[in-house]
């Protein structure tokens, strides 16, 4: 349920993406009509429309996630504020200019945010977020926990590279493919990989164990 909400922007914006680009000269009528105020020139033209359809429902999406948990008294998260700050910034950008540039570059900020935040609070604050995160019932020594907290630094580095990598040398199309399916499956593989090293550390219950 987390990883379904944690991926729900994306994957209304693939969907949007999908679906205006299926349908361009409806998508470009549409968003003239409801966000031509928002866009230099008041018109969006059938090649940009996917890309500001996309980007306005990313944006609403987020959004809406925060207003939820906000509404269910819940923590809203520094990442998902900053998603969402980076949401508005870069996507406001791209729906003015009619440029995917923009929306382009703000995945790649909020991953190269997440690292630096994961880097910056373990070297500077002497927190390390992932054992913060997962290390209840987790027998590590400090070594080991600073080496996954730095494994997950440079895969955010790593994937907001890639993230760039792609948009630069593939069409849209390919680049939306990976927001949803090669983002998400290489998140999958990268924490699976974790989880399977960290398996054998987790401590058992002694209740468990007195009951066998």
């Given at each position: ?77 520094k990442i998902l504020w900053v998603s969402m700050a980076a949401a508005v910034i870069f996507g406001g950008a791209t729906v003015w200019f009619h ?8 995945f790649s900020i909020v991953y190269w945010l997440m690292g630096s935040g994961f880097f910056i609070s373990a070297r500077f604050f002497r927190k ?85």
């Amino acid at each position: 349920m987390k990883l379904f909400f944690d991926f729900f922007p994306v994957a209304l914006f693939y969907a949007a993406f999908q679906y205006a680009r299926a349908n361009k000269e409806l998508a470009a009528q549409k968003a003239t009509e409801w966000f031509g105020f928002m866009v230099s020139g008041g018109v969006v033209g059938p090649t940009e429309a996917p890309t500001v359809l996309a980007t306005v429902v990313v944006v609403l999406a987020i959004a809406a996630q925060i207003g939820w948990l906000l509404v269910r008294r819940q923590t809203v998260s520094k990442i998902l504020w900053v998603s969402m700050a980076a949401a508005v910034i870069f996507g406001g950008a791209t729906v003015w200019f009619h440029d995917p540039a923009f929306i382009k570059w703000k995945f790649s900020i909020v991953y190269w945010l997440m690292g630096s935040g994961f880097f910056i609070s373990a070297r500077f604050f002497r927190k390390n977020l992932i054992q913060a995160l997962i290390g209840e019932g987790i027998s590590l020594n400090e070594q080991a926990w600073h080496r996954l907290n730095l494994a997950w630094v440079l895969f955010f580095l790593g994937m907001g590279c890639l993230n760039l990598a792609i948009a630069y040398n593939f069409s849209e199309n390919v680049w939306f493919n990976f927001k949803l399916f090669g983002s998400m499956g290489l998140t999958l593989l990268f924490a699976l990989a974790q989880g399977l090293y960290l398996a054998r550390f987790i401590k058992s219950d002694p209740k468990e164990e007195s009951q066998a």
